[in-house]
């Protein structure tokens, strides 16, 4: 791993690591706050980020307002890249497919397959790498914005016991239902439907094989709104008892504005889980 | 005035706005943020910040964290682009010079002269704009960082009875002395240093005609300290009696990380000018 950015931020410091992804088979960067807690040496559980269409690192941590909640709370926050990234890995025109929009799935489509390994990069080799090199326990917690936040539910769903904790801006709940998921989950998945429903939250959502409680804020002014159908999250939470808290905020649209604005309590909700 | 952008924030609004400025024959951008008490229909106190080398309008509005403050305290806050900026407007193709370094002077050289008067538009201007526009009172305070440190202490200290409150982050407290200053002044004012020192924070302290008290913060890891040197302040303010609380923060660097971080304490700052 090598440290590319580093910034004092809240007594603790905001970095940027760079390292070499088996499971993406390219660099991949990465943002890590350090509490001021870790600096001091104490081992700090983990609050995962996963940001939406066409950013990289750089929008969370520039823009969220997260670091005096982490160094509040005394959480490490990580957050990687949306995708793969570079001139041998597959890419499209488009903003919402191929490099920026990796969908946290795992390909099995070409010219896809052999980069576009986000699943296995966030669930699996991330934690342990950052087990391994920062300051950190086991408990993570896992949160993230649009496609990242159907990234936050979804890998959550598909791996209970992972995290202890999730929570979401403004997610993508049914992509197999709406156009920015079909399309990426037609391209990176294949054809068929239910492929799709195997990364789809509220497809999920019935056959989940834990109960964390799902917090998701909702800005009701958010242009996107066709593309989030948050109701039909709320829908499939009723039907299966999962604990929710939905909150629709009038006036809020799509942007780090409306992240930044929730964020104490996103973090708050998070460090309850992680060191309560 | 043009409203190009809206985003509903902290329980206020970021708004920015484009309108035709008479001081520097071009159209200019500005970020306003509204905070709730100015949405329900208060009359608010406006805190101007000005941004440094390369900035536009964007920067402070989505990196600096000033929102949260500004809606606890009730404040307006506005953000000008540096410089004025178009294809009729002169540049350079240094980064430190000409679109984007305004200094926040009157320049009286060719080609800068007739486009470049962002004294005249933030000193003037804009807060006649503002209070005309907006639900804003005339309790003004003025902040910025770097080059906008530098216009925020020179404006202040020339316009006495015009803000009543004043700070900065990483100023450059003697551009007369430093060669960031020297290249720019030299450009918009001519050869002689006479002229610089009218626009030189540490040679206007000893005539000061207030003693508005400054509250400076510096990062001690700062890569540009010896293009600020607030040493020469701190020596300035002893010498004539000047308020002064300079802080050095060991660790910060020159960004938004270390502005973000110490933000709370200087919105602060002003709201006990502003609304005390």
């Known amino acids: 791993m090598e440290r590319i950015e580093q910034h004092a931020s809240f007594g603790g410091r905001q970095e940027v690591w760079r390292h070499a992804s088996r499971s993406t088979g390219c660099d991949m960067r990465l943002g890590v706050y350090l509490p001021p807690a870790a600096l001091r040496g104490e081992r700090c559980p983990v609050l995962y980020w996963l940001s939406g269409l066409t950013c990289t690192e750089q929008n969370f941590i520039t823009k969220a307002g997260a670091q005096q909640h982490a160094a509040a709370h005394g959480l490490i926050v990580v957050a990687p890249d949306t995708s793969p990234r570079g001139e ?18 795992n390909a099995t489509q070409q010219p896809w397959a ?10 699996q080799e991330l ?18 914005h649009s496609m990242g936040g159907h990234g936050a539910l979804t890998l959550a769903l598909r791996h209970p016991g992972r995290w202890r904790s999730v929570s979401a801006f403004s997610p993508i709940v049914a992509p197999s239902q709406v ?15 239910a492929a799709w429903r195997a990364h789809d939250a509220v497809a999920l959502i019935a056959g989940a094989r834990e109960r964390l409680p799902l917090l998701i804020d909702q800005g009701e002014a958010d242009e996107f709104l066709p593309q989030l159908r948050p109701e039909l ?7 299966a008892g999962h ?13 780090y504005y409306f992240i930044a604005s929730f964020m104490a309590e996103h973090v708050a909700h998070h460090a309850r889980a992680l060191r309560g």
């Open 243 to 255: 604990p929710l808290t939905l909150r629709l905020h009038p006036g809020y649209d799509h942007s």
């Open 179 to 193: 156009p920015w998921g079909q399309k990426a989950l037609a391209a990176y998945l294949g054809e068929d439907p």
């Open 233 to 239: 999250l709320r829908a499939a939470c009723d039907a």
């Open 88 to 105: 041998g890995v597959a890419d499209d025109p488009a903003y919402d497919l191929g490099q920026g929009a990796g969908f946290y799935v």
């Open 114 to 123: 052999p980069h576009f390994r986000m699943e296995d990069y966030v669930a």
């Open 127 to 144: 934690p342990a790498l950052i087990e391994q090199h920062f300051p950190a326990t086991d408990a993570r917690g896992l949160f993230g």
